[in-house]
C-alpha cells in the first residue's frame, strides 16, 4: 500500500517561510518524479514544483526563485521549501508521484497553507 503523508503547513504572515515534507512509503520510489500541486478554493489543482528521479526541476511561473522542490531518495522523501510566501500561495498543498510502472499517480492528503497578515 503506497501512502503519502505531508507535513510542514500552518500559518504564517506574507514574506515568511515553511518547508513542505513528503514522506512516501510502500514501495521505492527512487525511479519516479514527484511533486508538488496546490488547490485553493475554488479553483483547480495546479502543479507547483516537479522532480523527476534524475533531479531535474521544473516549477509554475508565480513561484519560481521562490521555492525550491528537492527530494532525499534514500528516506523516499521530497521537500518543498517555501520562501517570501505570498497571500495567493494560499491553498492545500498535496504531495504526488507519478508511478508509471503502476499506470496511475499517487497523492497525499494535503497540508494546508495559509499566507496571511
Known amino acids: 500500500q503506497v501512502q503519502l503523508v505531508e507535513s510542514g503547513g500552518g500559518l504564517v504572515q506574507p514574506g515568511g517561510s515553511l518547508r513542505l515534507s513528503c514522506a512516501a512509503s510502500?514501495?521505492?520510489?527512487?525511479?519516479?518524479?514527484m511533486g508538488w500541486y496546490r488547490q485553493a478554493p475554488g479553483k483547480q489543482r495546479e502543479l507547483v514544483a516537479r522532480?523527476?528521479?534524475?533531479?531535474?526541476?521544473n516549477y509554475a511561473d508565480s513561484v519560481k526563485g521562490r521555492f525550491t522542490i528537492s527530494r532525499v531518495n534514500a528516506k523516499n522523501t521530497v521537500y518543498l521549501q517555501m520562501n517570501r510566501l505570498k497571500p495567493e500561495d494560499t491553498a492545500v498543498y498535496y504531495c504526488n508521484i507519478e508511478a508509471v510502472s503502476a499506470g496511475r499517480d499517487y497523492w497525499g492528503q494535503g497540508t494546508q497553507v495559509t499566507v496571511s497578515s
Open positions: 510502500g514501495g521505492i520510489f527512487s525511479r519516479y518524479a
Open positions: 522532480i523527476t528521479s534524475g533531479g531535474s526541476t
